[in-house]
């Protein structure tokens, strides 16, 4: 690669995963980065790839690894990773506490003899913790703006 080379990368907005340049799974026979002989060349690349399947991202990195640029349709991106994403995940998180504490709290009251209470019940908190932190992670990054 030369120094005015630039590669691009697809990635799946949604999941943040690597795709092909159609947005399929990445697999070894089409994984490998398309290379392009300037910046400005795979960033017009970049937006019309986007404009095409809004649900592809790129990424153009140099050749030393340096990323130059991250090309994403906006509107898309915030659906999974902007405020109303962090407002979902907290309700998500909310519901499941309730439920797991809910689940815990009837298996204790009947004496620990639905032990499927308490295994689903941790499962619920489990996921009301990871829900919660994301979507205050989220709330946070966008700065709590309505």
Not at 36 to 56: D, R, T
Request: with cysteine; hydrophobic share 45%; charged share 20%.
């Amino acid at each position: 690669m030369t120094e005015s080379q630039c590669a691009v990368f697809h990635f799946d907005v949604k999941t943040m995963s690597a795709r092909d340049a159609e947005g399929r799974m990445a697999s070894p026979p089409n994984d490998a980065p398309l290379m392009f002989a300037s910046l400005a060349e795979a960033e017009n690349y970049a937006k019309q790839k986007i404009a095409a399947i809004p649900g592809l991202g790129c990424r153009i990195y140099d050749r030393d690894g340096k990323t130059l640029g991250t090309f994403t349709d906006t509107h898309v991106y915030e659906q999974f990773h902007g405020l109303p994403a962090a407002k979902r995940n907290l309700i998500v998180g909310t519901v499941c506490l309730v439920v797991g504490a809910g689940l815990v709290s009837l298996d204790a009251w009947l004496g620990f003899r639905l032990i499927v209470g308490v295994l689903l019940g941790v499962r619920f908190l489990w996921t009301a913790a990871i829900r919660l932190m994301d979507g205050f992670a989220g709330l946070e990054k966008s700065g709590g703006e309505s």
